[in-house]
């Protein structure tokens, strides 16, 4: 599957920004979809996933409670509402596809979207 992602931008400290993902084809709902982040100088790290039907999510210690993953099956697309919104968050943003369950692990997603910025100033 092919994915697109958009919605990063240049917030001040405690703002909010919704990322969105759009994927291509139409067996985006077999897939677990992920978001992870990645500053510069540092490894990519799982930020949300959410099941294929959008049941259950899970998300990172760092922005629990302040970050929602959600889905719409019906326009392929995954979403991340980032709330409260600090300068540790400033990364770029990957989406990614899993034929697993809910993994937070980076070698079980098979497909990559290109990113998206997210600098958050303070």
């Known amino acids: 599957v092919q994915l697109q992602a958009s919605g990063g931008g240049l917030v001040q400290a405690g703002g909010s920004l919704r990322l969105s993902c759009v994927a291509s084809g139409s067996t985006f709902s077999t897939y677990a979809m992920g978001w992870f982040r990645q500053a510069p100088g540092k490894e990519r790290e799982f930020v949300a996933v959410?099941?294929?039907?959008?049941?259950?999510?899970d998300y990172a210690d760092s922005v629990k409670g302040r970050f929602t993953i959600s889905r719409d099956n019906a326009k392929n697309t995954v979403y991340l509402q980032m709330n409260s919104l600090k300068p540790e968050d400033t990364a770029g943003y990957y989406c990614?596809?899993?034929?697993?369950?809910?993994?937070?692990?980076?070698?079980?997603?098979?497909?990559w979207g290109q990113g998206t910025q997210v600098t958050v100033s303070s």
């Open positions: 990614a596809a899993s034929l697993y369950g809910l993994p937070t692990a980076r070698d079980y997603y098979v497909d």
């Open positions: 959410i099941s294929r039907r959008g049941e259950i999510a």
